[in-house]
């Protein structure tokens, strides 16, 4: 069906499989016309992701023809726009989207400044978050999470810790605050403290599984524990074999012990299960 395709894709898209999602999405549309706006903006989204910038605009435009009121479109058109460092087709689209679906703004800013943390644009990333999403209180929760995200990002760790747990106070069942948390207390090297948020986002999402055994293998490792980063690895691996990271992180712990061969072998393991070459 329809939705089986796209679910298959959002997983694809999710974990990076990106010709994998395209052909999904498109076969979702295909059976479904109503699909077709937000397949094309999440197309557009992964051409970005692949510096493919024309055919971005171009799939973002046309998830807009097939429905002016999709908010879909329009974020995947500011996408390009901050791409491209034209803040004036992001204000253009902002304002298009307000006069057609006032009621999407919030979810528009919030999407916008996620994308400005992607990037690496912390300042104008807390700038949206502090001026839009804070205000809205359907996001509050999230906007703090995010911001707290940002500031860490920063090292101003203090400031961070602070505006995490007011996400908490705003929404104790936040499991991605829970996750932030925990990426703090990597940052600080609190190994009990990165256990207990990662075990109290894992209980909320357990889908986070895997990132979790990332953090927690981290900071076992820069506690100089390599038999629990190991494990927390290999468990990783285990969960998503398919996941390119958690092979990189065990690659490089046997190459920090000078066990090349070990390495190796994982690298070897990697490029089987992921596609990737160590060569």
């Known amino acids: 069906t329809a939705d089986a395709y796209l679910y298959l894709a959002m997983l694809d898209k999710d974990e990076e499989n990106w010709n994998d999602a395209v052909t999904n999405y498109l076969k979702a549309a295909e059976i479904a016309s109503d699909f077709a706006s937000f397949v094309y903006a999440q197309i557009a989204e992964i051409y970005l992701e692949q510096k493919d910038y024309e055919n971005a605009a171009e799939l973002a435009k046309r998830s807009i023809l097939f429905d002016a009121e999709q908010v879909d479109g329009y974020l995947a058109l500011a996408y390009f726009g901050i791409s491209q460092d034209n803040e004036k087709l992001v204000q253009k689209v902002k304002e ?20 400005r943390l992607k990037r690496g644009e912390y300042e104008r990333a807390k700038q949206v978050y502090c001026d839009y999403c804070i205000k809205c209180s359907s996001k509050k929760a999230d906007a703090y999470v995010h911001l707290g995200l940002t500031l860490l990002k920063q090292k101003q760790y203090g400031e961070a810790s602070k505006q995490l747990k007011k996400a908490l106070q705003t929404d ?72 390119l990271e958690a092979y990189l992180n065990l690659a490089t712990l046997f190459v920090e012990q000078d066990q090349l061969e070990v390495a190796k072998e994982i690298y070897r393991q990697a490029k089987d299960s992921t596609g990737y070459s160590y060569s």
């Open 172 to 243: 104790s069942t936040n499991a991605e605050a829970y996750a932030a948390l925990g990426q703090l207390y990597v940052a600080q090297g609190e190994l009990k403290r990165v256990i207990d948020e990662y075990k109290h986002a894992v209980e909320l999402e357990p889908t986070g599984k895997y990132d979790a055994c990332l953090e927690i293998g981290t900071a076992y490792e820069t506690k100089g524990d390599f038999h629990s980063a190991t494990q927390q690895y290999r468990e990783a691996i285990n969960l998503s074999p398919w996941r």
């Open 96 to 115: 298009r989207l307000q006069s057609i679906a006032p009621d999407r703004l919030c979810d528009f800013d919030c999407a916008l400044g996620d994308y």
